[in-house]
């Protein structure tokens, strides 16, 4: 419970931040892009029979960050840098298993034109995932790691607060 507590304080601290180089829409303009939240498990790691230790994972935190430059004022060109790790749904009492995964990617984004303050936008990438499956248990520990490319895409909205600041929410699967 303290670990939620801890991970829900670094995320409302991150969304609090205002980053002056995350601009208005304007062609040309280099946008920086730093971002904290929960992530869910999905697929074997959230499914008791399918993952390879037959339990579930916890949801847990991730950090990210991104580098966008905007091509037209509706449409943006991105380099992503993500990392999350999520826990298992049960306690061990001398051990620990935990999932990381990292992410190196592109993104494109379209901007929605709504002429005000609100932008809602769809996003689509691909990435260089690197997933790690450490598990330690008294004085021994096990690491099974895997790296594959795989697809992205989200939806989400940024509210502006300045000229030179926004602030977004997005979920990405």
């Not at 993500?82 to 749904?89: E, K």
């Not at 096990?142 to 600041?165: E, H, I, P, R």
């Amino acid at each position: 419970m303290k670990q939620i507590g801890i991970a829900l304080a670094v995320v409302a601290g991150l969304a609090c931040m205002v980053l002056p180089a995350q601009a208005a829409n304007t062609p040309g303009q280099l946008g920086l892009g730093l971002m904290g939240g929960m992530v869910m498990p999905m697929g074997a790691l959230a499914d008791d029979d399918a993952s390879e230790l037959g339990a579930k994972f916890n949801a847990g935190w991730s950090l990210a960050g991104s580098v966008e430059y905007q091509v037209t004022p509706n449409v943006g060109l991105g380099l992503d840098v993500a990392s999350n790790r999520m826990g298992l749904d049960e306690d061990l009492e001398d051990g620990e298993v935990f999932a990381r995964t990292g992410m190196y990617g592109l993104h494109g984004r379209y901007l929605i034109p709504t002429g005000g303050k609100v932008v809602p936008y769809l996003q689509l990438g691909m990435g260089y995932y690197g997933r790690t499956l450490e598990v330690s248990y008294e004085d021994r520990a096990m690491t099974y790691s895997k790296a594959a490319v795989g697809l992205n895409a989200g939806v989400g909205v940024d509210f502006a607060l300045s000229g030179l600041a926004r602030f977004g929410l997005s979920g990405m699967y």
